[in-house]
């Protein structure tokens, strides 16, 4: 059987309940050594707190935190919302148990009272916030998956203007596929032969793979999410090899965008196992 200790005396109830509490939601058992019911020894002997032996180290690092917050008022809790306030209290799984406990002395010099509109109101605010972080958190998953499909419109925009003997072109199109019509023109240059219309197919059918990969990004597939990032970020280093600074520019940009979106995507996925 554990060995049970007095572990410290307090001269008054609510400097002994500040220590059980703290006590209590980290659920840590205690007993309550208090004189009889003569005030005068209550007030002489003080109010003993007994806890197990076992337990005095974990204990004592509790007490060192309590001893911190409670003696400053520049605790960032200090700054929140009587919601907020009221929330740590009454949703202690929530918050840790400095600041359940000292949500709940916060509570009472504000002179708060959980009452059920006050709970319903703390519950109501964080579930806006949460519903505000969900909804910037799929817009950037949206918003980088997009741009695949930008990516490869404009990179079979960027071919048929070729073909169409047009001297424009756009900044975000691939750059591989000016890179496979260097290519068709050199051996149409060197044996004669005309490969423009296998190189036309080829660079449709990547301009292609990019909107397979929009498709499957929107629906928040990582994994093919993250092989459309790599490929554009290679497609980007053609572009330094054919010193084509402005475009490699727009590249860089796109690729913040997209790698934003990735992240947001990777963040709600650790999020949606945490709650399974």
């Known amino acids: 059987m554990d060995e049970i200790i ?7 109830v609510e400097k002994a309940r500040v220590f059980t509490d703290l006590l209590d939601v980290n659920y840590i058992w205690f007993s309550v050594d208090s004189p009889d019911n003569d005030a005068d020894n209550a007030i002489e002997e003080g109010i003993g707190i007994q806890i197990r032996a076992t337990d005095k180290d974990r204990v004592d690092e509790l007490y060192k935190r309590i001893a911190e917050i409670s003696v400053t008022n520049d ?11 009221i929330d740590a209290v009454v949703n202690p799984r929530e918050w840790t148990s400095e600041e359940h406990l000292l949500a709940k002395e916060i509570m009472k010099q504000r002179k708060l009272l959980p009452t ?15 519903s505000n972080s969900k909804l910037k ?12 499909l930008l990516i490869g419109i404009i990179s079979m925009l960027n071919v048929i203007l070729f073909i169409a003997r047009q001297d424009l072109q756009f900044v975000f199109g691939l750059g591989v596929n000016y890179i496979i019509l260097g290519v068709a023109d050199g051996i149409k240059k060197a044996l004669g032969i005309n490969a423009f219309p296998i190189a036309y ?20 597939n990582k994994t093919v999410y993250l092989i459309g990032l790599i490929l554009y970020g290679l ?17 860089v940009f796109a690729l913040l965008v997209l790698a934003n979106g990735y992240s947001a995507l990777l963040a709600k996925k650790r999020e949606l196992q945490i709650i399974v």
């Not at 007095?6 to 008054?12: C, I």
């Not at 059920?116 to 949460?130: G, W």
């Not at 572009?239 to 520019?249: D, K, Y």
């Open 6 to 12: 007095e572990y410290k005396r307090f001269s008054g």
């Open 75 to 85: 605790n960032y809790m200090y700054s929140l919302s009587d919601n907020d306030i």
């Open 116 to 130: 059920a509109s006050s709970i319903k109101a703390s519950r109501t605010e964080k579930n806006k916030d949460e």
């Open 137 to 148: 958190q799929d817009r950037l998953i949206t918003g980088g998956a997009s741009w695949f």
């Open 201 to 220: 197919v080829f660079n449709f059918l990547i301009s292609a793979i990019f909107l397979f990969i929009w498709r499957k990004s929107k629906s928040e």
């Open 235 to 251: 497609d980007s280093l053609t572009l330094i090899l054919s010193q084509e600074w402005l475009n490699f520019g727009f590249h």
